[in-house]
């Protein structure tokens, strides 16, 4: 059995057409966009990369997303709200993660909010 320190996550980001779209102006993701990402732990001890020199996955353990929707957030006392954003994790057979911890979410993002929450807005605002 190995120990946890051998693995390390690694995570695929995909961005909806409306979440990307815009990105190449300067505006933030309209309503309706969404991120999805997929967790998958790597081996550390023997790193085997793809041609692309990508890390090769060996086993998926979840799957987030984050989508933004006119409206959405009101609820939120100010310290968690995220704009419009919410957030669902799910297990690898698609279900909901009832046993995740959607705070940790929105506290991770928060201070994200001169980009509208979102890690990769850099990176989609470059991509053509």
């Known amino acids: 059995m190995r120990s946890l320190a051998t693995l390390l996550l690694a995570v695929l980001l995909c961005a909806s057409r409306p979440a990307a779209a815009p990105q190449q102006q300067p505006q933030t993701p ?3 966009s969404t991120f999805r990402s ?3 732990l790597v ?3 023997v790193i085997v990369k793809d041609k692309d020199g990508r890390f090769i996955k060996n086993k998926l353990v979840g799957f987030a997303v984050m989508e933004k929707r006119a409206g959405w957030g009101a609820d939120y006392v100010p310290e968690y ?3 419009e954003w919410e957030y669902q994790a799910f297990t690898t057979d698609r279900k909901a993660n009832d046993k995740a911890n959607l705070f940790a ?3 991770c993002h ?3 909010d001169k980009q ?3 890690f990769s807005y850099d990176k ?3 991509a053509k």
């Open 30 to 32: 309209p309503p309706g």
């Open 38 to 40: 997929a967790t998958a």
């Open 43 to 45: 081996e550390v001890d």
């Open 81 to 83: 709200r995220n704009g």
């Open 105 to 107: 979410c929105f506290a």
């Open 110 to 112: 928060k201070p994200l």
């Open 116 to 118: 509208d929450f979102v």
């Open 124 to 126: 989609l605002k470059a």
